[in-house]
């Protein structure tokens, strides 16, 4: 008996992963932790377009290393391996759109946090208008029973106001970390 479907497209995603390493977030944000790692362990500073050169150097270079392994254990067949001429190119563009979607990720969780530490010290965030009265954007408020100095709960409606707890702020870079 043949492996299953499932098994079969578990393998192609292992071989995909090594051959076009840019087109899976994971295998994206290692490069750039490796890449930008290399250049602060020589306390070295990185601009953008250096961190991005060095990244698609090394997602290229990782994939011609794989490509060529696995040609030689037969496990492709070079017809179904993407143009080496367009590799670089297909990189760096993944690369640049993995920045956008990081950044746009990244100030929508600035605006939550924001509009939840608002909430809370009773400031309204700029630019937005305040909700209805016993909603929190359209959602019932939770309230949490008071709790008295004695570990008593006290009454349901005297407690406070629960609100999602925000999100981690990470340091300049931390997405560059590997998970």
């Known amino acids: 008996m043949g492996p299953t479907v499932a098994a079969e497209r578990k393998a192609t995603e292992r071989i995909n992963r090594q051959v076009v390493p840019w087109r899976y977030r994971a295998e994206l944000e290692h490069a750039i932790g490796s890449a930008a790692g290399r250049a602060l362990a020589h306390g070295d500073t ?25 040609l030689m254990a037969h496990k492709v067949r070079s017809e179904h391996l993407p143009p080496f001429e367009t590799m670089r190119d297909e990189a760096a563009d ?32 700029a630019g937005t208008a305040t909700p209805p009265a016993g909603t929190v954007e359209g959602q019932q408020r939770r309230v ?17 106001e629960m609100s999602a707890r925000p999100p981690q702020h990470r340091v300049l870079g931390s997405h560059l970390r590997h998970r």
């Open 94 to 125: 993944c690369l640049h759109r993995h920045f956008v979607t990081v950044t746009k990720e990244e100030e929508t969780r600035r605006k939550v946090f924001n509009a939840q530490v608002a909430r809370a010290t009773g400031r309204e965030p």
């Open 144 to 160: 949490m029973p008071a709790v008295s100095a004695d570990g008593r709960d006290g009454d349901e409606g005297s407690g406070q």
């Open 46 to 70: 990185i601009s953008r377009a250096e961190l991005i050169e060095r990244t698609v150097n090394l997602l290229v270079q990782s994939s011609n290393d794989a490509t060529r392994k696995l």
